[in-house]
Every structure is written in C-alpha cells, then in structure tokens.
C-alpha cells in the first residue's frame, strides 16, 4: 500500500513560519496535494507540484522533491485562521489519491 | 448552491437502522468520490464514480452501497453498520477521475452508530 508520513500536530506563534513535513512511499508518482481542513469543515485545495521546486501562493508555500519522496507545506506570517489540519496527499502510478493523516497546526497569540 | 453539498450533515442511528446520504455537486464535475475520515486517520476512500459508473472500490464492506444517478447526484445508502463505522463520510468531486484536478469537498455527513 500507499505510505505517507507527516508529523500529528505543530504549535507555532502568530505571526511566525511553520514548515509541515511530508514524505511519501508510493507506487508511481502523478502529484501532490496539500488540502487545508478547519474542525467540523471541508478540506480545501491549497496547492498542486507534480515538478520539483516551490510553488508559492501568497503566504503560503509548497515544495517537492521527487527524488527524496518529500514535500513541505510552508505557512508565513501566522494568522489565528490559519489554525487547522493539513493534509498531505500524493497521486500514485494509477491516479488514486491517498492521504497521510494530518497535521494539526495551532497558532497561538 | 455552489460547490459540494451533502445532507444530513449529522446522523444517529442503530445497527439495525437502513439510512441514505446524498451528495450533489454543482460544479459540473464528471468524477465523484466517498471518503471516510476518522479520527486521528488518513481520509479513507471508499468508492470512485466517474461519468457514472463505479470505477473503484476499496473493499468496502457490503453495508456500505452507493449510488449515482446522475453526475451531480451521489448517494451512499447505509444498512445493518457496526459502532466502528462511526465516523464523517466526505462527499468529493473533480473534474474528471484521472489527470491533475484537485478534488473538491464537501462539508461532510457526521454519522454516529450506537
């Protein structure tokens, strides 16, 4: 089966940086997913790297290394909002998803 | 309504009970996907439809059996479920089952069994 690996929780201070870790153990590589999931909510798409390097999107930023199987959720300049659970997913050989089991991240003031 | 809605977005019932979640997407999406998420667990994907016909299932138990009549509309009807299967029951769309879309979620059914 799919393995992919990120820490259970991270606290870190408003206005700060937080890197969640993910790395991943899969047949085949076709992409990966970072998904935001506030308590009670949805998840919500935040970025997509099928090619090695940084894809930045405002405050936040998500980088891959193929070659390692490792990718990285990086969040600045910390807001209370962005107190969440991030989820990591990466698309194997055939196109199915699998998802690590998240990262709660608390922002405190 | 936009987006990925589901209904109820919490339910109790009995082992004994037989239940129906509905899914719609108004998106205009052709791939539509059950998940389920545990506590403390990676999301779980239990069924795959795309253009409406089942293209995946994750040896879920035969209590568990969806339905797409359409590809707005995706139910899962729920008989004869066990404690264990408490859990959210998340509804996705994408725009289509393979290629690089993102798959969009929605706020998911709360389904408690006693």
Redesign the interface.
């Known amino acids: 089966g799919q393995n992919?690996d990120q820490p259970?929780e991270m606290t870190a201070t408003e206005g700060a940086i937080v890197q969640i870790n993910c790395t991943y153990q899969t047949s085949g590589f076709?992409?990966l997913?970072w998904?935001q999931q506030h308590a009670?909510?949805?998840?919500?798409?935040l970025s997509?790297n099928?090619l090695d390097g940084l894809e930045e999107k405002g405050r936040f930023s998500s980088f891959l290394s193929r070659s390692k199987g490792y990718s990285y959720l990086l969040l600045k300049e910390l807001q209370m909002k962005d107190s969440a659970s991030y989820?990591c997913?990466v698309r194997d050989q055939d196109?199915?998803?699998?998802?690590?089991?998240?990262t709660t991240v608390t922002v405190r003031a | 309504e936009t987006g990925?809605t589901q209904t109820p977005r919490h339910l109790v019932m009995g082992m004994t009970n037989k239940k129906s979640l509905k899914c719609e997407q108004h998106l205009g999406h052709n791939a539509m996907y059950w998940y389920k998420q545990s506590a403390?667990?990676?999301?779980e994907?239990m069924f795959v439809y795309s253009l409406e016909e089942r293209v995946?299932n994750n040896s879920v138990p035969s209590r568990f059996s969806p339905e797409c009549p359409n590809s707005s509309h995706l139910f899962l009807h729920l008989h004869t479920l066990q404690p264990e299967d408490s859990a959210l029951y998340?509804c996705a769309s994408s725009q289509d089952?393979?290629?690089?879309y993102?798959?969009?979620?929605?706020?998911?059914t709360r389904l408690t069994v006693t």
């Open positions: 992919i259970t076709n992409g997913f998904y009670g909510e949805a998840p919500t798409f997509y099928v989820l997913a196109y199915k998803l699998s998802f690590g089991a998240g | 990925v403390k667990k990676p999301l994907l995946e998340l089952e393979g290629g690089y993102e798959q969009y979620f929605g706020p998911g």
